[in-house]
């Protein structure tokens, strides 16, 4: 079935058309030479596994401004003088992107979609008014909600926080934008909701009640939870680690921490994790660290996908082209049995150089297909079952008798004592990491 590409008479990308699976032989840059939504690897199709989103954010706000400079990118669709008309516009062109490349989702932030008005209730009803066309969109199109949010650092009243800002007004402003943006995702149908804490954090201890403003924290999570489920989200609610920037030091530094706090709090059975690469990097980690930290807690929900620069450590957001680092996240998410609700969000953009429109067509082509080459390569190591038997090779002790019963809780420390002084020297045992590294290039050049 073809299905229309644009609205009404604007095109905001012309000459652009919808991207197809050409096949690795292709010289097409605007063709996927790997992504094909229908292929079935692993009993799913392609587009069952990836489930790839598109960010409004990235893509339709951003203008390539930075600290030292005004943006570089003219966008058609923000070059009227009404915010609500450029919004209209921006939707349009959202939409056109979406069906054009093929993806099945897409992203955003309140603000994102509508513009701030002069009161809560002029705010509330500009994202009404843009969530009413967005349906339509959706409907007309097939493209889904894979997650909804609010922004709670733009704002200048967010400085010092939203939900764990010192000033309870702002705590309750804070709520107010969640409240809307919940109704507006479970008014889209979308899966998930997601919290990223940006200004959730401190620069100074000294003007700073931490354990406050967790305490603080905790409450909005959990009034969130029960605003969502008793208007009817059955989704998940995500939280988003990062571990710093824009605030000097961010509370949801990394998978484990959020883990625990969400325990803490008893806030994990609606709460997982949107684990985003560039963050777990900044983290000190790598991205394959974070997912398998939420696999671990039974806790991954869905996964921002980009990647940083290794040189300067920076959140730069490019978008994944790292064969290793999609090939071992991709490893960790089939093993885990995918991606349940959640999926591969380019939370990605363009260089501020990358001034073509088309530019922001090649940047998700790049992306799509990394993770399409990805998963190829990832069900054959994680099929062929060479690499996991020799990581549980390595604890066949605790299958047996002392071993199991420890596993078990059946063994105190004096036991474990007696043990080692009734049995000889453990022999060395090899940890081949330069085995299963080898095997890993096999696997991906072969
Ligand atoms: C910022 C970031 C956000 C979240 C949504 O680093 O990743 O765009 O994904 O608020
Ligand atoms: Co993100």
Same mark, same amino acid.
């Given at each position: ?87 209209? =516009? ?284 990805? !998963? ?24 047996? =008798? ?36 080898? !095997? ?7």
């Amino acid at each position: 079935m073809s299905r229309t590409l644009f609205v009404g008479d604007r095109e905001f990308f012309p000459g652009i058309g919808r991207i197809e699976y050409e096949g690795p032989g292709s010289d097409n840059p605007l063709s996927f030479k790997a992504y094909d939504p229908e292929r079935i690897v692993a009993g799913k199709s392609m587009e069952e596994h990836l489930r790839f989103a598109v960010c409004y954010w990235h893509t339709f706000c951003a203008d390539g401004a930075d600290p030292f400079g005004p943006g570089t990118r003219q966008r058609p669709w923000a070059a009227g003088n009404d915010p609500m008309d450029n919004a209209r =516009s921006k939707l349009d062109a959202a939409f056109e992107f979406f069906t054009k490349l093929n993806v099945p989702f897409y992203c955003f932030h309140d603000r994102d979609m509508a513009p701030e008005g002069e009161t809560v209730a002029q705010s509330e009803s500009n994202l009404k008014q843009l969530v009413t066309l967005a349906k339509e969109r959706q409907q007309a199109s097939g493209v889904d909600l894979l997650w909804g949010t609010a922004n709670l650092f733009s704002h200048p009243r967010y400085m010092n926080g939203g939900a764990t800002n010192p000033d309870f007004l702002v705590v309750a402003h804070a709520a107010a934008q969640v409240k809307a943006a919940l109704e507006a995702t479970v008014e889209l149908g979308g899966q998930n909701y997601v919290f990223w804490g940006g200004r959730e954090g401190y620069s100074c201890l000294f003007n700073t009640d931490t354990k406050r403003e967790l305490e603080h924290f905790a409450r909005f999570l959990a009034m969130a939870r029960d605003y969502g489920r008793s208007i009817g989200f059955e989704g998940a609610f995500l939280i988003e680690p990062k571990p710093m920037e824009p605030m000097y030091h961010q509370y949801d530094v990394d998978a484990q921490t959020v883990i625990g706090f969400l325990r803490h709090h008893g806030l994990d059975r609606d709460f997982k994790l949107n684990i985003e690469a560039n963050h777990a990097t900044l983290a000190g980690h790598s991205s394959a660290h974070d997912l398998q930290m939420a696999v671990d807690a039974g806790m991954l929900g869905s996964i921002d996908a980009n990647r940083g620069n290794p040189q300067n450590g920076w959140d730069t957001d490019q978008f994944p082209m790292d064969m290793y680092d999609c090939v071992q996240n991709m490893m960790i998410v089939l093993a885990a049995g995918g991606l349940g609700s959640g999926g591969f969000n380019f939370d990605a953009k363009v260089r501020r150089e990358s001034t073509d429109a088309e530019d922001l067509f090649l940047g998700h082509i790049g992306g799509m297909d990394a993770y399409a080459r990805a !998963l190829v390569i990832a069900d054959r190591i994680v099929s062929d079952g060479k690499l996991e038997a020799f990581k549980a090779s390595r604890y066949t002790s605790f299958g047996q =008798s002392a071993g199991r019963r420890f596993e078990n809780g059946e063994l105190s420390l004096a036991d474990l004592r007696d043990f080692a002084a009734g049995s000889p020297e453990p022999v060395q045992q090899s940890g081949k990491q330069e085995r299963v590294e080898n !095997l890993l290039n096999d696997y991906m050049f072969t």
